[in-house]
């Protein structure tokens, strides 16, 4: 009974094995739209560019204009992007890739291909995504044993020239905000961002790809708007004194005197700080942003020196009411040191000691009582001359 047991086990052991099933072969999702490319995405301002702190070249037909949607909102680990979206001018024609992975085994896949249009590229464009999507791809590259195709890559972010240009007016500035505001465009049926990684997952499950039919539209509309927003932007920044807000043409001067643009920051300030019927004026935001756009250039024609015209800006913002006592303040230093009047540099701080807060009246203060000694000095010496005569 044992032997026989035996044998018919040996007999088991040496019969062929059934072969493992093959691996199902990932499949990747691929959609590809056309739309006219905007004329001035084609012949985009070199000025524009520059200004907003791009380096080098820049041809708008070598770029490549991306966005990703992933399984989590934080980029954290474990987060996947399972659908890119990658933009580009072909021919004339604004063309969107889109490469979606209906499950994680086709990641390498995707992978492989945006990396194969990265290469192509000689500039990357996106919306907040040298703080996102570019380290997130990164990081799936390195864990994927692939080389990273944005190394050393140029990348113009602009989510910066656009809050630079656009966040006094706007506050809000997510693109979807910019879209509306600025650009015209108006998304029907949008999905909330919160809502995508849910929706994937969903999709997982039970392969309805009609869960993912609004976020790969909502993916296609950013890669379109991109290159709307970048023609915009190269525009304003180009053009700054075109802008129809002056909360915008002030905004832009700020960013261009950063950059050490002086003169043309100057011109921004005085068109921003302009007098404007009072219908316009009476809004708030406006009457502000001229009083900021005085203050501005006061202080870089100070450091420039021009004090002839720092002077006029000065006793316009005093006539005008702006910025409180910061006018009076500047014209009783300039009177005091540089003048070498401190009478009138007194009167000056008097005015602005009857409109101070509590918080600026001591420095005031502190300076009246320096201006007393130094005229009642003044008045000594003046006295012991006319003695000696």
């Known amino acids: 009974m044992a032997s026989s047991l035996k044998s018919r086990l040996n007999a088991l052991s040496g019969a062929a094995k059934p072969a493992p099933a093959p691996a199902p072969t990932p499949v990747l999702l691929e959609y590809r739209s056309q739309t006219d490319a905007d004329e001035a995405l084609l012949r985009l301002a070199g000025d524009g560019v520059r200004r907003m702190d791009f380096t080098g070249r820049f041809d708008p037909e070598r770029a490549l204009f991306l966005d990703t949607e992933t399984t989590g909102l934080s980029g954290g680990a474990g987060t996947v992007a399972f659908l890119v979206g990658l933009g580009r ?62 190394q050393d890559l140029p990348h113009l972010d602009l989510i910066h020239p656009a809050r630079r240009a656009w966040k006094l007016r706007l506050k809000d500035c997510s693109l979807s905000h910019i879209e509306e505001a600025v650009l015209g465009v108006r998304r029907e049926r949008d999905i909330p961002g919160a809502e995508v990684p849910e929706r994937y997952f969903s999709f997982l499950k039970t392969g309805d790809m009609a869960l993912l039919e609004d976020i790969v539209a909502h993916n296609r509309q950013d890669i379109v708007s991109l290159g709307t927003l970048l023609a915009r932007l190269s525009r304003a920044y180009a053009a700054p004194l075109e802008q129809t807000s002056m ?24 068109l921003a700080a302009r007098e404007r019927p009072l219908s316009t004026l009476s809004r708030l935001r406006e009457r502000r942003v001229a009083s900021s756009a005085n203050q501005r250039l006061s202080l870089m024609l100070r450091a420039d020196r021009e004090w002839g015209e720092a002077v006029q800006v000065w006793r316009e913002m005093i006539e005008r009411r702006q910025m409180g006592v ?7 230093k300039l009177c005091e040191h540089r003048a070498g009047d401190p009478r009138e540099a007194l009167r000056l701080t008097e005015a602005a000691l009857d409109m ?20 009642a000095a003044q008045e000594r010496r003046e006295a012991a001359r006319s003695a000696n005569q």
């Open 89 to 150: 001018i072909e021919n004339g024609r604004f063309t969107v890739y889109q490469y979606l992975m209906p499950g994680y085994g086709s990641e390498p896949l995707l992978l492989e291909k945006t990396a194969a249009l990265i290469r192509e590229a000689e500039t990357l464009v996106t919306f907040n995504g040298k703080s996102f999507d570019v380290p997130l791809l990164r990081s799936r590259f390195v864990m994927c044993r692939m080389d990273d195709p944005t």
């Open 247 to 270: 909360l915008d043409v002030f905004s832009l001067g700020v960013a261009l005197e950063k950059r050490g643009e002086r003169a043309e920051a100057g011109t921004c300030y005085r």
């Open 356 to 375: 101070a807060s509590e918080e600026e009246r001591p420095a005031l203060e502190r300076r009246r009582s320096r201006l007393l000694a130094r005229i």
């Open 326 to 332: 910061f006018p009076y303040v500047e014209l009783a």
